[in-house]
């Protein structure tokens, strides 16, 4: 027995491995409860009595060496477990994080969020699935009203009165059936239409929507309101026009052009030479689409505008082609770095 304990001593001395599973074989062959070493503990029933103070004190040293050796070994290698637990090393180099940025559309959508928030708009959101209601009929948009051409869109073949909402007057409408004036509000959202994709359309871009309803309301206050914000957003300088337009839930209806950022007015390509670039419709809440909501039109009257942040965008940034925005090119994208 003793003998055997020496013979294994050296052995496990002399112990080398070249990887981590190699010391786990190792560790099974010794210490396994079959393993070489742990059968010398069965043997040990058969000792004689005067014997086994020694032997079990040889026993004893020789497992806990064998337990030492296989640490040792085990420590000049990695695996998934040793790696998880070991404390990270902050003295590392880093590794190569690029910065993200902010999509231009976003930055732009959240200057408006911030501009309008200054005078009092807080912001609603609502569903891109809608019905036809919302979308449509609510907004005075009557079943074959000419108007719905303009904002044809993508329906579901097996139930026409879903569809994708064309503009984010749909949430007006959700908000005016549930909130009681006054309401002063802004609607940024995705919006879909049934558009080929070119450089100055696509069939999905985005809006922002504005409502306001109180008391009193009148085109003046819609009219200084558009200035405040066209002055913030591109400058003190900034000249506005109001042209007659049509929208069947406003009236009367206007487009709002602003005064071209690049040639200042004088006339270049970007605003074809006239001076002007539209940038947003806008009115005054047709009656029927107050009425439609359960809002008494002869106590409120109230404004509406809608923007596309495409639109706002390309023209503070002066970029000429829409379909940028969804390319997701960082070398595009990458310019914005560091811009909120
Ligand atoms: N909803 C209109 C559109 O998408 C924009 C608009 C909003 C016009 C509010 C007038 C008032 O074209």
Same mark, same amino acid.
């Given at each position: 027995m003793l003998d055997r304990i020496d013979q294994l001593r050296a052995e496990i001395d002399s112990l080398k491995a070249v990887s981590f599973e190699e010391v786990e074989l190792l560790r099974l062959k010794y210490?396994? /409860? /079959?393993g070489l070493v742990s059968v010398l503990f069965d043997d040990f /029933?058969?000792?004689p009595a005067e014997m086994k103070r020694e032997v079990g004190q040889r026993l004893n040293d020789l497992k806990t060496k064998a337990q030492e050796r296989l640490e040792e070994l085990k420590s000049g290698f990695s695996s998934v477990e040793t790696e998880l637990s070991a404390k990270p090393d902050l003295t590392r180099p880093s590794g190569n994080n690029q910065p993200g940025s902010r999509h231009p559309l976003s930055i732009v959508r959240n200057q408006i969020i911030d501009i309008f928030g200054r005078i009092g708009f807080t912001v609603a959101d609502g569903p891109e699935i809608e019905d036809d209601w919302h979308n449509f009929s609510a907004l005075?948009?009557? +079943? @074959?009203?000419? +108007?719905r051409d303009m904002q044809d869109t993508f329906f579901i073949a097996t139930n026409p009165d879903i569809l994708l909402r064309t503009h984010t007057s749909s949430v007006q409408i959700r908000t005016m059936e549930t909130t009681k004036p006054p309401l002063r509000m802004i609607f940024p959202g995705r919006v879909f239409r049934n558009e080929a994709i070119s450089a100055r359309a696509h069939c999905i871009f985005h809006q922002v929507e504005g409502l306001y309803i109180d008391k009193h309301v009148s085109f003046a206050d819609l009219k200084q309101t558009l200035m405040y914000f066209a002055k913030e957003m591109f400058g003190e300088n900034t000249k506005i026009r109001l042209r007659p337009s049509y929208f069947p839930?406003?009236?009367p209806s206007g487009e709002m052009d602003v005064s071209c950022l690049i040639c200042g007015g004088v006339g270049c390509n970007i605003c074809k030479h006239t001076g002007w670039v539209e940038i947003l419709g806008c009115g005054m809440v047709d009656p029927n689409a107050l009425e439609n909501c359960g809002i008494d039109s002869q106590t409120y009257t109230g404004f509406a505008f809608g923007m596309g942040i495409e639109r706002i965008t390309m023209l503070k940034y002066q970029i /000429? @082609?829409?379909?940028l925005f969804f390319e997701n090119d960082v070398r595009f994208l990458n310019q914005f770095t560091g811009a909120f």
């Open positions: 210490l396994s /409860k /079959k /029933k058969s000792v005075n948009f009557t +079943a @074959d009203h000419p +108007a839930f406003t009236e /000429k @082609d829409l379909r």
